[in-house]
């Protein structure tokens, strides 16, 4: 009873959303958000595809999330291997200095970061949000891709190392590939964390052509009333991206997830 009614809270506003979205804005005026819409209507999505606009806020924040993405969990898998199967002087240290990023939360920065970027003349442009999720992310990273080296037995490495192959081709050739359940987790989370970020792209940009989705929302919100059901309908277009990539790698979350769970 209690995960249907968990369920239930969590479904509302998602039937608001899609009630909303297939309906003209003066009909949502008139019937309220919540009437299902007979017929529904696609004259929303057809409005936001001509205008163009979210075709560049689309745009950017795949550019943004891709990057961020991709360079984050890069350097989680360099820092993971380094912490997980190389043992070096102040490891320990190294490795809590880097965890203890994620205690703190983003609005402590916000004033720092925020004169930073002006000073090295980054503000207003893709590349600051870039650096900032890959910031925030290496800590995440770090942890996760930490944890299951250490789980790999320390012998797969050993043996590597009298074939001949140095850490790099140990890191890339076996220890990667072993490790494509966490990855596909870990990517999963970035990408869902770096595209439904608000925070940050307010903060940072300013022109409305590098505006990411989320932000591209509240530029749709109409000229003399705030227009519902393009918003609505922006706001199902930017989720089919996360919904995809979880969708293809579900199988690889889950068994990331439940990895370490039951011991063979």
Not at 24 to 35: C, S, T
Not at 162 to 177: A, E, K, Q, S, T
Not at 195 to 209: G, M, V
Not at 222 to 246: D, M, S
Request: net charge positive; with cysteine; hydrophobic share 55%.
């Amino acid at each position: 009873i209690f995960v249907i009614i968990i369920c239930f809270i969590f479904l509302v506003p998602i039937y608001g959303a899609f009630a909303t979205a297939f309906r003209l804005n003066k009909e949502i005026i008139r019937e309220g958000f919540w009437v299902i819409p007979t017929p529904p209507r696609i004259d929303n999505f057809l409005y936001i595809w001509r205008q163009g606009k979210v075709h560049y806020f689309m745009y950017n924040t795949i550019v943004v999330t891709a990057l961020a993405t991709v360079i984050s969990i890069t350097l989680g898998c360099l820092t993971g291997y380094a912490f997980g199967k190389l043992h070096f002087r102040m490891d320990l240290v190294l490795f809590i200095l880097i965890i203890s990023g994620m205690f703190f939360p983003p609005q402590v920065v916000l004033i720092p970061l925020y004169k930073f970027f002006t000073t090295i003349k980054l503000l207003d442009t893709l590349l600051a949000l870039i650096v900032v999720h890959v910031g925030f992310g290496l800590p995440i990273c770090t942890l996760i891709m930490t944890n299951f080296f250490r789980g790999i037995p320390g012998e797969l490495r050993s043996a590597a190392m009298i074939d001949g192959c140095n850490d790099w081709i140990i890191l890339f050739r076996i220890m990667v590939p072993l490790a494509k359940p966490a990855l596909t987790a870990l990517t999963i989370l970035q990408f869902t964390w770096i595209w439904n970020d608000f925070l940050w792209p307010l903060i940072l940009i300013q022109t409305e052509r590098k505006m990411t989705i989320q932000m591209g929302v509240m530029q749709l919100r109409g000229q003399y009333g705030i227009a519902w059901g393009t918003q609505a309908a922006t706001c199902l277009v930017a989720t089919i991206p996360t919904l995809l990539i979880f969708l293809f790698m579900q199988k690889h979350f889950i068994r990331g997830l439940t990895m370490g769970a039951v011991k063979e």
